[in-house]
């Protein structure tokens, strides 16, 4: 068993093991205890998992309510939210009951978002089954909904009380899903360096993904750790995403999150390389590096249909943005960048 701490304004264990689901429930009663479990999860993915995690929450003397929603990022809404707690509400669910995350990302950050508004805070434990999710949507502790304007607009950072990961899952993937997990993973590589990238293709080759998994949260471990609350270093994750969201936001979300990073990745290097703020080099290597990923690196849409949505972005902050330029594959920079200078630089990218 590969246990992992994060240490945080709370500490929690992330435990990645193979074929782990089934013992979820001995997991759960030993480490967080509570009476009722209430299990949040999407419709592909209760189809697939929802019975051997509710079986072993029983066996162990759980109560379940189970809520299967529509997959995809339509259902991290507003609407969900409040169904979700009025659902808590009605079963008379206490702050040591335990709500469970049994998905990828938008399942993870909805029912985060739950958890962590419910009662002031309820348990909360993630079971990622996304690569996305595993490597890190489900670390973190960063819970949000979407309203209709902008994606992530209304959440928390909360950690969860514990993240179970069972690679095993990941075999069902589709080869889209398994994509936006490795835009993640190379946004890691760029910021780190080739080793996670190395990982990823091993991982590609034996079909196993625990090792790049454990790999991966140890580097988003080592940037959360200094900086859960997204005050600096945090932001490094962001690489990818200033355009990656709004390619999302304004594809009405049919283009996936982790597709969306891929070209912000490539965009967001080609306006750094333009600006002068690194090398045509290093955009050509980072290129390079998603189309051996199969990644599409071309823009899908005009500058002037995301720039609305790039503009809205959460994370400017008293009239500045801060941009992130790789350098080089394994280290990166922060530069500030006035947001009455955000639309040139964009536009660099077109
Ligand atoms: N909180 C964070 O720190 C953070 C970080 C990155 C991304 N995110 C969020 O994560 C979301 C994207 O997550 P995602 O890529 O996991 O998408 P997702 O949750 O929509 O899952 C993708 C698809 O895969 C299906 N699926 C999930 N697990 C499966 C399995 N094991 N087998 C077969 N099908 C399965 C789902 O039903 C869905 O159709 C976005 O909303 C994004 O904003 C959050």
Known sequence: MNKITIHGSSSYEVIIQQDILSLAGELLSNKIGGEKALIVTDANVGGLYLNTLADSLREVGYEIVDIVLPAGELSKDVENYIFLLEVLAKSEFSSSDIIIALGGGVIGDLAGFVASTYRRGTQFVQIPTTLLAAVDSSIGGKNAINLPTAKNQVGTIRNPSLVICDPAVMATLSNNSKLDGYAEILKYGILSGNEIINSLRQAIIYNDYSDVISHSIRIKKSIIEMDENDQSFRQ???????????????????????????????????????????????????????????????????????????????????????ILVPIDIGECIMRPLKVIHLSEFIKLAF
């Open 236 to 322: 490094y994750l962001n690489l990818g995403h200033l355009i990656g969201h709004a390619i999302e936001a304004y594809s009405d979300y049919h283009i996936s999150h982790g597709i969306a990073v891929s070209y912000g990745l490539a965009l967001e290097t080609r306006a750094c390389a333009f600006a002068g703020y690194t090398s045509l080099r290093t955009y050509n290597a980072i290129t390079d590096l998603l189309r051996e990923f199969d990644f599409d690196i071309e823009e899908p849409y005009r500058f002037e249909d995301l720039i609305p949505y790039i503009m809205r972005d959460k994370r400017i902050r008293s009239g500045v943005i801060q």
